[in-house]
T-cell receptor, first 111, second 113 residues
């Protein structure tokens, strides 16, 4: 069963803690993306990666970090430097024709 | 630059009526325009897309039109059903070779039975 999986579905974090969101795909896609979604603001790009061991900052990278050690995996770490991390986080992947496919999302809440 | 502008932000229609959502882009280099549907608590799903070498594309009740001169593209849903209720996002690529997409702010479509 091919697709993009994100875990966990819900995540709670105390202020000052780092937390890592998982994104895995078995679609053999080269490119992967992380978006943040807040009510009324659409999708904002945090980081993206076109190839293993390489990634670029998106529009709102501050307070976040990523790694791309494997083609299938693109984990996102929300650090304590992110001032307002409560949001819905979406991972996506794509092939060369730019069609992006999204995972089910992780809802992060800071307590 | 500005992300693609999407209107309206909310749209309510009666079941069976048509719904139209319009997006305007600014970069003449844009040549890929997808539309996504997002149901509550889920990730967006691609419903239709169009590339700049065509003016219209249709898939059953859904169609997208592209006007490159005016730099706008529209999603048309005919014979709407309650299950069409969702948030719809448009996007463009600004001619990016890096695979990036730039999204509109979304339209909340409600179809009343």
């Amino acid at each position: 069963d091919g697709g993009i999986t994100q875990s966990p579905k819900y995540l709670f974090r105390k202020e000052g803690q780092n937390v890592t969101l998982s994104c895995e795909q078995n679609l053999n896609h080269d490119a992967m993306y992380w978006y943040r979604q807040d009510p009324g603001q659409g999708l904002r790009l945090i980081y993206y990666s076109q190839i293993v061991n390489d990634f670029q900052k998106g529009d709102i990278a501050e307070g976040y970090s990523v790694s791309r050690e494997k083609k299938e995996s693109f984990p996102l770490t929300v650090t304590s430097a992110q001032k307002n991390p409560t949001a819905f986080y979406l991972c996506a992947s794509s092939i060369a024709d730019r069609t992006q496919f999204f995972g089910p999302g992780t809802r992060l809440t800071v307590l | 630059g500005e992300n693609v502008e999407q209107h309206p932000s909310t749209l309510s229609v009666q079941e069976g009526d048509s719904a139209v959502i319009k997006c305007t882009y600014s970069d003449s280099a844009s040549n890929y325009f997808p539309w996504y549907k997002q149901e509550l608590g889920k990730g967006p799903q691609l419903i239709i897309d169009i590339r700049s070498n065509v003016g219209e594309k249709k898939d059953q009740r859904i169609a997208v039109t592209l006007n490159k001169t005016a730099k706008h593209f529209s999603l048309h849903i005919t014979e709407t059903q309650p299950e069409d209720s969702a948030v719809y996002f448009c996007a463009d690529d600004r001619g990016s070779t890096l695979g990036r997409l730039y999204f509109g702010r979304g339209t909340q479509l409600t179809v009343w039975p």
